[in-house]
């Protein structure tokens, strides 16, 4: 079963750009099929899908995000990352990545991370 | 966007009663639903996929039905480890959404 692990800062300033990196083991991230995702809990409300990428790089983001949203995948490290634009505090959530199959469901998670938009 | 509304918000009962969780959807997914267990600090844990099917590893206490816009999750008879928020999922949209959760408490 692949393994994924989040990664960042905990805290972040207002306005400023949340980064968050995914590391996959146990399987390679080039595996077809599978599309890594990153999906968000604000704290205690119940999950939000952010969006996810293809190892092509292809991706498909929530519109709730706007335009602030960036994935990328790094293939050759087997991690993927975030990129939250001009943060506020309703960006503040535990952050997952996990792995979603080719039907849309999400098979495998990571631990979560706690991230703070706080001045 | 599909609105996933589960119900109840908390559902009370003691091991080895039967529990069932519902999930309606603001429009029709088909069967790309599915459920997952979540527990204080831990990863999401998937159940069901396809509205039906359990997924690696799931006991068969664990059942999942429907088709559509309503769906159940079933658990036949609960072990003191089953108590957890239960949330669903759809993917029968470009946009996925879960629901809010049903906390399923030890009464």
């Known amino acids: 079963q692949v393994q994924l692990q989040e990664s960042g800062p905990g805290l972040v300033k207002p306005s400023q750009t949340l980064s968050l990196t995914c590391t996959v083991s146990d399987g390679p991230i080039s595996s077809g099929g599978y599309y890594w995702s990153w999906i968000r809990q604000h704290p205690g409300k119940g999950l939000e899908w952010i969006g996810y990428?293809?190892?092509?790089?292809?991706?498909h983001y929530n519109p709730s995000l706007g335009g602030r949203l960036t994935i990328s995948v790094d293939t050759s490290k087997n991690q993927f990352s975030l990129k939250l634009d001009s943060v506020t505090a309703a960006d503040t959530a535990v952050y997952y990545c996990a792995r979603r199959h080719g039907r849309g469901y999400f098979d495998s998670w990571g631990q979560g991370t706690l991230v703070t938009v706080s001045s | 966007e599909i609105v996933l509304t589960q119900s109840p918000g908390t559902l009370s009962l003691s091991p080895g009663e039967r529990g069932t969780l519902s999930c309606r959807a603001s429009q029709r997914v088909n069967t790309n639903l599915a459920w997952y267990q979540h527990k204080p600090g831990q990863a999401p844990r998937l159940l069901i996929y396809g509205a039906s099917t359990r997924a690696a590893g799931i006991p068969d206490r664990f059942s999942g039905s429907g088709s559509g816009t309503d769906f159940t999750l079933t658990i036949s008879r609960l072990e003191p480890d089953d108590f957890a928020v239960y949330y669903c999922q759809q993917s029968g949209s470009s946009v996925y959404t879960f629901g809010q959760g049903t906390k399923l408490e030890i009464k």
């Open positions: 990428i293809y190892y092509s790089g292809n991706t």
